[in-house]
Protein backbone atom coordinates (compact mmCIF):
# COMPACT_ATOMS: atom_id res chain seq x y z
CA UNK A 1 0.00 0.00 0.00
CA UNK A 2 2.27 2.10 1.21
CA UNK A 3 4.86 1.61 -1.57
CA UNK A 4 2.09 1.87 -4.09
CA UNK A 5 1.75 5.97 -3.15
CA UNK A 6 5.34 6.52 -3.15
CA UNK A 7 5.46 5.88 -7.17
CA UNK A 8 4.78 9.24 -8.61
CA UNK A 9 1.82 9.62 -11.37
CA UNK A 10 4.01 10.42 -14.15
CA UNK A 11 6.56 12.80 -13.82
CA UNK A 12 7.27 15.48 -16.47
CA UNK A 13 11.04 16.09 -17.02
CA UNK A 14 11.74 19.98 -16.07
CA UNK A 15 12.25 22.81 -18.07
CA UNK A 16 9.46 23.85 -20.30
CA UNK A 17 6.90 22.26 -22.12
CA UNK A 18 6.46 19.23 -23.45
CA UNK A 19 5.09 18.99 -27.28
CA UNK A 20 3.75 15.93 -28.48
CA UNK A 21 3.78 15.14 -32.45
CA UNK A 22 1.48 12.42 -33.99
CA UNK A 23 3.31 10.41 -35.60
CA UNK A 24 1.11 9.53 -38.29
CA UNK A 25 0.52 13.48 -39.46
CA UNK A 26 2.76 15.54 -37.48
CA UNK A 27 0.33 17.40 -35.98
CA UNK A 28 1.90 19.21 -32.42
CA UNK A 29 0.01 19.03 -29.59
CA UNK A 30 0.87 20.51 -25.67
CA UNK A 31 0.97 16.95 -24.18
CA UNK A 32 -0.81 17.84 -21.28
CA UNK A 33 -1.19 15.29 -18.31
CA UNK A 34 -4.68 13.23 -18.65
CA UNK A 35 -6.30 11.33 -15.95
CA UNK A 36 -4.98 7.47 -15.23
CA UNK A 37 -6.53 5.15 -17.53
CA UNK A 38 -7.70 8.11 -20.47
CA UNK A 39 -5.70 8.23 -23.63
CA UNK A 40 -4.52 11.34 -25.86
CA UNK A 41 -5.98 11.68 -29.64
CA UNK A 42 -4.85 13.81 -32.31
CA UNK A 43 -6.84 16.67 -32.83
CA UNK A 44 -6.50 16.42 -36.42
CA UNK A 45 -6.08 12.37 -37.38
CA UNK A 46 -7.43 11.05 -33.96
CA UNK A 47 -4.62 8.60 -33.98
CA UNK A 48 -3.02 7.34 -30.11
CA UNK A 49 -0.95 9.95 -28.93
CA UNK A 50 -0.02 8.42 -25.45
CA UNK A 51 -2.29 6.96 -22.58
CA UNK A 52 -1.82 7.43 -18.60
CA UNK A 53 -1.84 3.48 -17.64
CA UNK A 54 -3.08 2.47 -13.81
CA UNK A 55 -0.15 1.44 -11.62
CA UNK A 56 1.97 1.08 -15.49
CA UNK A 57 5.25 0.57 -13.71
CA UNK A 58 4.04 -2.38 -11.01
CA UNK A 59 2.37 -4.29 -14.21
CA UNK A 60 4.92 -4.21 -16.22
CA UNK A 61 7.63 -5.13 -13.81
CA UNK A 62 5.13 -8.12 -12.67
CA UNK A 63 4.22 -8.96 -15.87
CA UNK A 64 7.84 -9.04 -17.29
CA UNK A 65 8.89 -11.12 -14.38
CA UNK A 66 5.90 -13.57 -14.92
CA UNK A 67 7.24 -13.75 -18.17
CA UNK A 68 10.59 -14.63 -17.41
CA UNK A 69 9.31 -17.41 -15.38
CA UNK A 70 6.74 -19.10 -18.02
CA UNK A 71 9.58 -19.15 -20.43
CA UNK A 72 11.71 -21.31 -18.31
CA UNK A 73 8.72 -23.28 -17.90
CA UNK A 74 8.37 -23.54 -21.04
CA UNK A 75 11.85 -24.85 -21.80
CA UNK A 76 12.42 -27.01 -19.01
CA UNK A 77 8.42 -29.02 -19.46
CA UNK A 78 7.54 -30.92 -22.05
CA UNK A 79 5.69 -29.30 -24.76
CA UNK A 80 4.15 -31.30 -27.01
CA UNK A 81 4.60 -35.06 -27.61
CA UNK A 82 3.40 -37.20 -30.57
CA UNK A 83 3.26 -41.38 -31.06
CA UNK A 84 2.59 -42.70 -34.07
CA UNK A 85 4.03 -46.15 -35.13
CA UNK A 86 5.52 -46.84 -32.12
CA UNK A 87 8.08 -44.13 -31.86
CA UNK A 88 7.95 -40.81 -29.74
CA UNK A 89 8.02 -37.57 -30.76
CA UNK A 90 8.72 -34.26 -28.82
CA UNK A 91 8.40 -30.50 -29.87
CA UNK A 92 10.17 -27.63 -28.15
CA UNK A 93 10.87 -24.38 -28.63
CA UNK A 94 14.53 -25.18 -29.14
CA UNK A 95 13.69 -28.21 -31.34
CA UNK A 96 11.51 -26.19 -33.74
CA UNK A 97 14.65 -23.93 -34.72
CA UNK A 98 17.29 -26.59 -34.29
CA UNK A 99 15.56 -29.15 -36.24
CA UNK A 100 14.83 -26.09 -39.35
CA UNK A 101 19.03 -25.62 -38.80
CA UNK A 102 20.08 -29.12 -38.65
CA UNK A 103 17.77 -29.90 -41.94
CA UNK A 104 19.84 -27.46 -43.48
CA UNK A 105 17.58 -24.34 -43.76
CA UNK A 106 19.77 -22.48 -41.47
CA UNK A 107 17.87 -19.16 -42.11
CA UNK A 108 14.71 -20.07 -41.32
CA UNK A 109 15.77 -21.76 -38.49
CA UNK A 110 17.38 -18.67 -37.38
CA UNK A 111 14.14 -16.40 -38.00
CA UNK A 112 12.16 -19.01 -35.76
CA UNK A 113 14.48 -18.80 -33.02
CA UNK A 114 14.44 -15.02 -32.99
CA UNK A 115 10.84 -14.53 -33.43
CA UNK A 116 10.02 -17.04 -30.79
CA UNK A 117 12.87 -16.68 -28.48
CA UNK A 118 15.63 -14.36 -28.73
CA UNK A 119 13.13 -11.49 -29.08
CA UNK A 120 10.65 -12.42 -26.16
CA UNK A 121 13.34 -13.11 -23.84
CA UNK A 122 15.51 -9.52 -24.59
CA UNK A 123 12.20 -8.40 -24.44
CA UNK A 124 10.92 -9.44 -21.14
CA UNK A 125 14.58 -9.12 -19.95
CA UNK A 126 15.25 -5.19 -20.63
CA UNK A 127 11.44 -4.33 -19.30
CA UNK A 128 12.37 -5.72 -16.28
CA UNK A 129 15.74 -4.52 -16.10
CA UNK A 130 14.12 -0.96 -17.10
CA UNK A 131 11.10 -0.82 -15.10
CA UNK A 132 12.23 -2.47 -11.46
CA UNK A 133 14.55 0.04 -10.77
CA UNK A 134 12.48 2.83 -11.78
CA UNK A 135 9.88 1.78 -9.58
CA UNK A 136 12.26 3.19 -6.81
CA UNK A 137 12.48 6.70 -9.10
CA UNK A 138 16.38 5.06 -9.95
CA UNK A 139 17.70 4.62 -13.65
CA UNK A 140 19.95 1.13 -13.98
CA UNK A 141 22.79 2.00 -15.61
CA UNK A 142 22.20 1.94 -19.33
CA UNK A 143 18.77 1.96 -18.97
CA UNK A 144 18.33 4.59 -21.85
CA UNK A 145 19.98 2.50 -23.89
CA UNK A 146 17.87 -0.92 -23.30
CA UNK A 147 14.76 0.39 -23.61
CA UNK A 148 15.75 2.42 -27.04
CA UNK A 149 16.19 -1.14 -28.17
CA UNK A 150 12.86 -2.65 -26.49
CA UNK A 151 10.76 -0.58 -29.06
CA UNK A 152 13.21 -1.84 -31.79
CA UNK A 153 12.22 -5.59 -30.68
CA UNK A 154 8.92 -5.74 -30.22
CA UNK A 155 7.50 -5.79 -33.80
CA UNK A 156 10.02 -9.10 -33.76
CA UNK A 157 8.12 -10.67 -31.56
CA UNK A 158 5.75 -13.59 -32.64
CA UNK A 159 4.48 -15.95 -29.53
CA UNK A 160 1.27 -15.29 -30.39
CA UNK A 161 1.72 -16.18 -34.03
CA UNK A 162 3.92 -19.47 -33.17
CA UNK A 163 0.70 -20.47 -30.90
CA UNK A 164 -1.49 -20.41 -34.25
CA UNK A 165 1.17 -22.26 -35.52
CA UNK A 166 0.77 -24.91 -33.12
CA UNK A 167 -3.21 -25.20 -33.39
CA UNK A 168 -2.90 -25.05 -37.38
CA UNK A 169 -0.26 -28.15 -37.21
CA UNK A 170 -2.17 -29.87 -34.52
CA UNK A 171 -4.81 -29.84 -37.12
CA UNK A 172 -3.29 -31.19 -40.14
CA UNK A 173 -1.58 -33.84 -37.42
CA UNK A 174 -4.84 -34.40 -35.55
CA UNK A 175 -5.81 -37.67 -37.63
CA UNK A 176 -2.74 -39.46 -37.98
CA UNK A 177 -1.41 -39.63 -34.55
CA UNK A 178 -1.79 -39.55 -30.66
CA UNK A 179 -0.79 -35.59 -29.48
CA UNK A 180 -0.24 -34.99 -25.85
CA UNK A 181 0.10 -31.32 -24.26
CA UNK A 182 2.49 -30.79 -21.81
CA UNK A 183 2.50 -28.43 -19.03
CA UNK A 184 5.17 -26.37 -21.52
CA UNK A 185 2.13 -25.72 -23.85
CA UNK A 186 0.04 -24.18 -21.07
CA UNK A 187 2.89 -21.94 -19.49
CA UNK A 188 3.41 -21.08 -23.50
CA UNK A 189 0.06 -19.54 -23.46
CA UNK A 190 0.04 -18.27 -20.17
CA UNK A 191 3.85 -16.43 -21.75
CA UNK A 192 1.57 -15.21 -24.37
CA UNK A 193 -1.10 -13.02 -22.19
CA UNK A 194 1.67 -11.88 -19.85
CA UNK A 195 4.04 -10.57 -23.09
CA UNK A 196 0.83 -8.85 -24.34
CA UNK A 197 -0.04 -7.31 -20.98
CA UNK A 198 3.60 -6.22 -19.59
CA UNK A 199 3.79 -4.63 -23.72
CA UNK A 200 0.46 -2.82 -23.17
CA UNK A 201 1.17 -2.02 -19.51
CA UNK A 202 3.13 1.43 -20.10
CA UNK A 203 2.97 4.15 -23.00
CA UNK A 204 6.53 4.75 -24.80
CA UNK A 205 6.17 8.56 -23.63
CA UNK A 206 5.48 7.81 -19.95
CA UNK A 207 8.44 5.08 -19.77
CA UNK A 208 11.03 7.71 -21.16
CA UNK A 209 9.60 10.69 -19.51
CA UNK A 210 10.17 8.40 -16.24
CA UNK A 211 13.65 7.62 -17.57
CA UNK A 212 14.51 11.32 -18.01
CA UNK A 213 13.56 12.21 -14.46
CA UNK A 214 15.16 9.31 -12.88
CA UNK A 215 18.51 10.18 -14.33
CA UNK A 216 18.55 13.33 -13.52
CA UNK B 1 3.12 33.53 -47.54
CA UNK B 2 0.17 30.76 -46.75
CA UNK B 3 -2.46 31.77 -44.03
CA UNK B 4 -1.65 30.62 -40.66
CA UNK B 5 -2.99 26.71 -40.30
CA UNK B 6 -5.06 26.26 -37.15
CA UNK B 7 -3.31 23.04 -36.45
CA UNK B 8 0.67 23.34 -36.38
CA UNK B 9 2.76 20.91 -37.49
CA UNK B 10 6.19 20.12 -36.14
CA UNK B 11 7.37 20.28 -39.21
CA UNK B 12 7.14 23.92 -39.99
CA UNK B 13 8.91 24.58 -36.89
CA UNK B 14 11.85 22.79 -38.08
CA UNK B 15 11.19 20.06 -35.18
CA UNK B 16 11.87 16.27 -35.15
CA UNK B 17 9.73 13.94 -33.31
CA UNK B 18 12.00 11.67 -31.84
CA UNK B 19 11.10 8.07 -33.56
CA UNK B 20 12.84 6.40 -30.77
CA UNK B 21 11.43 8.02 -27.24
CA UNK B 22 8.72 10.92 -28.94
CA UNK B 23 10.68 13.86 -27.32
CA UNK B 24 10.54 16.96 -29.36
CA UNK B 25 13.98 18.31 -30.59
CA UNK B 26 14.93 21.21 -33.08
CA UNK B 27 16.27 18.89 -35.99
CA UNK B 28 19.25 21.36 -35.52
CA UNK B 29 20.38 19.24 -32.58
CA UNK B 30 21.43 16.15 -34.99
CA UNK B 31 20.54 13.57 -32.12
CA UNK B 32 18.34 12.93 -29.52
CA UNK B 33 19.48 14.36 -26.30
CA UNK B 34 17.10 12.16 -24.26
CA UNK B 35 17.84 8.54 -26.13
CA UNK B 36 20.45 9.62 -28.54
CA UNK B 37 18.64 8.14 -31.59
CA UNK B 38 19.49 10.37 -34.94
CA UNK B 39 17.38 12.68 -35.22
CA UNK B 40 14.65 13.47 -39.19
CA UNK B 41 11.83 15.32 -39.91
CA UNK B 42 11.09 12.68 -41.90
CA UNK B 43 12.26 9.10 -42.35
CA UNK B 44 15.63 9.28 -44.55
CA UNK B 45 14.73 8.14 -48.44
CA UNK B 46 11.52 6.56 -46.82
CA UNK B 47 9.77 6.24 -50.30
CA UNK B 48 12.84 4.40 -51.68
CA UNK B 49 13.66 2.29 -49.40
CA UNK B 50 9.79 1.01 -48.92
CA UNK B 51 9.50 0.84 -53.10
CA UNK B 52 13.35 -1.17 -53.16
CA UNK B 53 11.85 -3.82 -50.79
CA UNK B 54 8.82 -4.25 -51.78
CA UNK B 55 9.74 -5.30 -55.15
CA UNK B 56 12.12 -7.49 -53.75
CA UNK B 57 8.99 -9.14 -52.08
CA UNK B 58 7.20 -9.20 -55.17
CA UNK B 59 10.08 -10.92 -56.94
CA UNK B 60 9.59 -13.73 -53.88
CA UNK B 61 6.13 -13.81 -53.80
CA UNK B 62 6.02 -16.38 -56.44
CA UNK B 63 8.79 -18.49 -55.77
CA UNK B 64 7.29 -18.40 -52.25
CA UNK B 65 3.83 -19.55 -53.82
CA UNK B 66 5.29 -22.26 -56.26
CA UNK B 67 7.67 -23.78 -54.51
CA UNK B 68 6.86 -26.11 -51.68
CA UNK B 69 7.34 -24.90 -48.52
CA UNK B 70 7.93 -28.83 -47.48
CA UNK B 71 8.21 -31.89 -47.82
CA UNK B 72 6.23 -34.95 -46.78
CA UNK B 73 7.69 -38.76 -47.35
CA UNK B 74 5.61 -41.15 -45.97
CA UNK B 75 6.13 -44.72 -46.62
CA UNK B 76 8.45 -44.14 -49.60
CA UNK B 77 6.09 -41.73 -51.44
CA UNK B 78 7.75 -38.43 -51.32
CA UNK B 79 4.98 -35.56 -52.05
CA UNK B 80 5.92 -31.80 -51.90
CA UNK B 81 3.45 -29.48 -50.51
CA UNK B 82 3.06 -26.14 -51.42
CA UNK B 83 1.22 -23.29 -49.31
CA UNK B 84 -1.70 -23.57 -51.84
CA UNK B 85 -1.79 -27.57 -51.44
CA UNK B 86 -1.92 -27.44 -47.82
CA UNK B 87 -4.81 -25.34 -47.89
CA UNK B 88 -6.83 -27.37 -50.26
CA UNK B 89 -6.38 -29.96 -48.33
CA UNK B 90 -7.53 -28.62 -45.39
CA UNK B 91 -10.53 -27.45 -47.38
CA UNK B 92 -10.80 -31.00 -48.92
CA UNK B 93 -11.55 -32.38 -45.11
CA UNK B 94 -13.83 -30.61 -44.92
CA UNK B 95 -11.77 -28.42 -42.03
CA UNK B 96 -13.38 -25.15 -43.05
CA UNK B 97 -12.36 -23.23 -40.52
CA UNK B 98 -8.72 -23.62 -40.44
CA UNK B 99 -8.20 -23.70 -44.29
CA UNK B 100 -9.81 -20.08 -44.12
CA UNK B 101 -6.94 -19.24 -41.87
CA UNK B 102 -4.53 -20.73 -43.82
CA UNK B 103 -6.11 -18.27 -46.63
CA UNK B 104 -5.89 -15.42 -45.17
CA UNK B 105 -2.81 -15.19 -43.23
CA UNK B 106 -0.53 -16.84 -46.47
CA UNK B 107 -2.03 -15.83 -49.15
CA UNK B 108 -4.78 -12.89 -48.79
CA UNK B 109 -2.97 -10.70 -46.06
CA UNK B 110 0.76 -10.41 -47.83
CA UNK B 111 -0.82 -9.51 -51.54
CA UNK B 112 -3.39 -7.14 -49.64
CA UNK B 113 0.25 -5.88 -47.66
CA UNK B 114 1.79 -5.00 -50.99
CA UNK B 115 -0.77 -3.78 -52.96
CA UNK B 116 -1.88 -1.77 -49.74
CA UNK B 117 1.91 -0.39 -48.96
CA UNK B 118 2.63 0.26 -53.41
CA UNK B 119 -0.76 2.30 -53.15
CA UNK B 120 0.34 4.04 -49.99
CA UNK B 121 3.57 5.14 -51.79
CA UNK B 122 2.00 6.11 -54.83
CA UNK B 123 -0.30 8.15 -52.79
CA UNK B 124 2.58 10.05 -50.81
CA UNK B 125 4.53 10.58 -54.41
CA UNK B 126 1.21 12.49 -55.13
CA UNK B 127 -0.21 9.94 -57.73
CA UNK B 128 -3.41 9.15 -56.44
CA UNK B 129 -5.73 11.16 -54.64
CA UNK B 130 -7.55 8.82 -51.54
CA UNK B 131 -9.22 10.49 -48.60
CA UNK B 132 -5.99 10.43 -45.87
CA UNK B 133 -8.80 8.51 -43.25
CA UNK B 134 -8.94 5.83 -45.59
CA UNK B 135 -5.28 5.89 -46.15
CA UNK B 136 -5.25 5.62 -41.86
CA UNK B 137 -6.97 2.72 -42.08
CA UNK B 138 -4.82 0.93 -44.54
CA UNK B 139 -1.36 2.23 -43.19
CA UNK B 140 -2.61 0.45 -39.32
CA UNK B 141 -3.69 -2.28 -41.23
CA UNK B 142 -0.58 -3.19 -43.13
CA UNK B 143 1.57 -2.66 -39.59
CA UNK B 144 -0.69 -4.79 -37.58
CA UNK B 145 -1.83 -7.73 -40.13
CA UNK B 146 1.63 -8.30 -41.45
CA UNK B 147 3.33 -10.37 -38.84
CA UNK B 148 0.25 -12.98 -39.06
CA UNK B 149 1.50 -14.18 -42.46
CA UNK B 150 4.43 -15.97 -40.58
CA UNK B 151 2.43 -18.37 -39.02
CA UNK B 152 3.10 -20.98 -42.31
CA UNK B 153 7.04 -20.58 -41.59
CA UNK B 154 6.16 -21.78 -38.05
CA UNK B 155 3.90 -24.46 -39.52
CA UNK B 156 6.67 -26.02 -41.35
CA UNK B 157 9.27 -25.66 -38.17
CA UNK B 158 6.85 -27.52 -35.54
CA UNK B 159 5.92 -30.25 -38.56
CA UNK B 160 9.54 -30.38 -39.04
CA UNK B 161 10.70 -31.17 -35.90
CA UNK B 162 7.65 -33.42 -34.82
CA UNK B 163 7.22 -35.60 -37.73
CA UNK B 164 10.49 -37.47 -37.54
CA UNK B 165 9.08 -41.21 -37.85
CA UNK B 166 11.82 -42.76 -40.07
CA UNK B 167 11.05 -44.32 -43.03
CA UNK B 168 7.05 -44.16 -41.72
CA UNK B 169 7.21 -40.67 -42.38
CA UNK B 170 9.38 -37.39 -42.51
CA UNK B 171 8.84 -33.86 -43.07
CA UNK B 172 11.19 -31.93 -44.65
CA UNK B 173 11.52 -27.87 -45.13
CA UNK B 174 11.13 -27.17 -48.64
CA UNK B 175 12.60 -23.80 -50.75
CA UNK B 176 9.60 -22.30 -50.53
CA UNK B 177 9.73 -21.62 -46.85
CA UNK B 178 12.95 -19.44 -47.04
CA UNK B 179 11.24 -17.66 -49.92
CA UNK B 180 7.64 -17.48 -48.12
CA UNK B 181 9.90 -15.99 -45.14
CA UNK B 182 11.72 -13.29 -47.04
CA UNK B 183 8.46 -11.93 -48.58
CA UNK B 184 6.81 -11.73 -44.55
CA UNK B 185 10.35 -10.63 -43.43
CA UNK B 186 10.62 -7.51 -46.57
CA UNK B 187 7.20 -6.49 -46.60
CA UNK B 188 7.81 -5.84 -42.39
CA UNK B 189 10.15 -3.81 -43.12
CA UNK B 190 8.72 -2.07 -46.52
CA UNK B 191 5.94 -0.98 -43.93
CA UNK B 192 8.70 0.05 -41.02
CA UNK B 193 10.56 2.45 -43.57
CA UNK B 194 7.42 4.26 -45.00
CA UNK B 195 6.54 7.56 -42.93
CA UNK B 196 3.19 8.61 -43.10
CA UNK B 197 3.75 11.29 -42.40
CA UNK B 198 4.67 11.67 -46.35
CA UNK B 199 0.19 11.75 -46.89
CA UNK B 200 -0.19 14.49 -45.36
CA UNK B 201 2.90 16.59 -46.52
CA UNK B 202 1.24 15.60 -50.21
CA UNK B 203 -2.08 16.87 -48.74
CA UNK B 204 -0.52 20.12 -47.57
CA UNK B 205 0.73 20.76 -50.93
CA UNK B 206 -2.48 19.66 -52.68
CA UNK B 207 -4.11 22.36 -50.50
CA UNK B 208 -1.47 25.32 -51.42
CA UNK B 209 -2.12 24.56 -54.87
CA UNK B 210 -5.63 24.57 -54.62
CA UNK B 211 -6.25 27.54 -52.42
CA UNK B 212 -6.79 30.70 -54.53
CA UNK B 213 -5.18 33.80 -53.97
CA UNK B 214 -6.84 35.53 -51.07
CA UNK B 215 -9.80 36.93 -53.05
CA UNK B 216 -13.38 37.09 -51.92
CA UNK B 217 -13.60 33.40 -52.96
CA UNK B 218 -15.16 30.92 -50.40
CA UNK B 219 -15.66 27.92 -52.00
ZN1 LIG C 1 -2.39 12.99 -36.15
ZN1 LIG D 1 14.81 10.12 -28.48
Redesign the pocket.
Known amino acids: MKRQASITPWPKPTGGPHPVACHFCDTLHEGSAVPEGSAARCRRCGVLLYQNRPASLVRVTAFSLAALILMAMVNMFPFLSMEANGIKTELSLLRAASELIREGSVTIGWCVAGFTIIAPLMMACSMLYVCGPLLRGRAAPGARYVA?WLGRTEPWNMIEVFLLGVLVSLMKLGKMAELHFGVGFWAFAALMVCMAAAVAGIDRNEL?DRLEVAAE | MSPPTPLPRAIDQGLAN??????I?PVVACR??????A?HLRKPASLQRSVALLVAACALYLPANLLPIMTISELGDVMASTILEGMVEFWHRQAYPIAIVIFVASILIPIIKIVALVWLCAAASGKVHPSPRILGRIYWFTELLGRWSMVDIFVVSILVALVQFGAYMTVTPGPGALAFAGVVVLTMFAAMSFDPRLLWDRLEIMKAAETPPPTLDHE
Do not use: F, M
Request: aromatic share 6%.
Open positions: SW | CEICGKTCPRCGAL
